[in-house]
């Protein structure tokens, strides 16, 4: 299967920056999604951002409305890679980030991803 490794995730204060990396690796397809969730204690998990590949091409982007401008994924498809650009962090984005995939179109819905990393965490101070 299909393992992903999350990291770039640490402590930061508000307005600052970080970029978390997604490396995959196992059995990967040649069209899939991979996304971002994110957890804070006591919330459930939420989409953050989304990618999707249709053979070396990435065409389409999705974001979450609270991190709409602030935040972008990217990736390296050869080198099955995907990545976070946080750029003006706030308080409220502290949590858990979660890389994942699926082979289906994307979507925001966690529950229809089928390969999940373990997590990295995001603190953003005040």
């Known amino acids: 299967q299909v393992q992903l490794v999350e990291s770039g995730g640490g402590l930061v204060q508000a307005g600052g920056s970080l970029r978390l990396s997604c490396a995959a690796s196992g059995r990967t397809f040649s069209s899939y999604t991979m996304g971002w969730f994110r957890q804070a204690p006591g919330k459930e998990r939420e989409f953050v951002a989304g990618i999707r590949w249709s053979g070396r091409i990435a065409y389409y982007a999705d974001y979450a409305d609270s991190v709409k401008g602030r935040f972008t994924i990217s990736g390296d498809n050869a080198k099955n890679t995907v990545y976070l650009q946080m750029n003006s962090l706030k308080p409220e984005d502290t949590a858990v980030y979660y890389c994942?995939?699926?082979?289906?179109?994307?979507?925001?819905?966690?529950?229809?991803?089928?390969?999940w990393g373990q997590g990295t965490q995001v603190t953003v101070s005040s």
């Open positions: 994942a995939a699926n082979r289906q179109e994307l979507s925001r819905t966690d529950r229809l991803y089928d390969y």
